[in-house]
């Protein structure tokens, strides 16, 4: 069955860095569009960056600049480097295809707390 395990979250001060994994398994993983979402305490979930299988990128306005998402089809692996970290990235970060909606499954998510 589909497991996405994220982690590497944490506690950080505003300006410093943080390195998101996310193994998948049970998915076609090489051939999906993956991405990194967020969900902040009262707000709903955003996609923040994404990454096709061929490696093109594509980011929110709010994290461009900042954030870059990699991936290792061999380790089934998606990656988030996180720079430059502002107290309004606070969230809990998951990782998805960029297809899945609320019915899919998630993972437990990896909380990313930036304090000022």
């Known amino acids: 069955q589909v497991q996405l395990v994220e982690s590497g979250g944490g506690l950080v001060q505003a300006g410093g860095s943080l390195r998101l994994s996310c193994a998948a398994s049970g998915i076609a993983f090489s051939i999906k569009n993956m991405g990194w979402y967020r969900q902040a305490p009262g707000k709903q979930r955003e996609l923040v960056a994404t990454i096709t299988p061929g490696r093109i990128t594509n980011y929110a306005d709010s994290v461009k600049g900042r954030f870059t998402i990699s991936r290792d089809n061999a380790k089934k692996t998606v990656y988030l480097q996180m720079n430059s970290l502002k107290p309004e990235d606070t969230a809990v970060y998951y990782c998805?295809?960029?297809?899945?909606?609320?019915?899919?499954?998630w993972g437990q998510g990896t909380q990313v707390t930036v304090s000022s």
């Open positions: 998805n295809s960029v297809v899945a909606d609320s019915n899919d499954y």
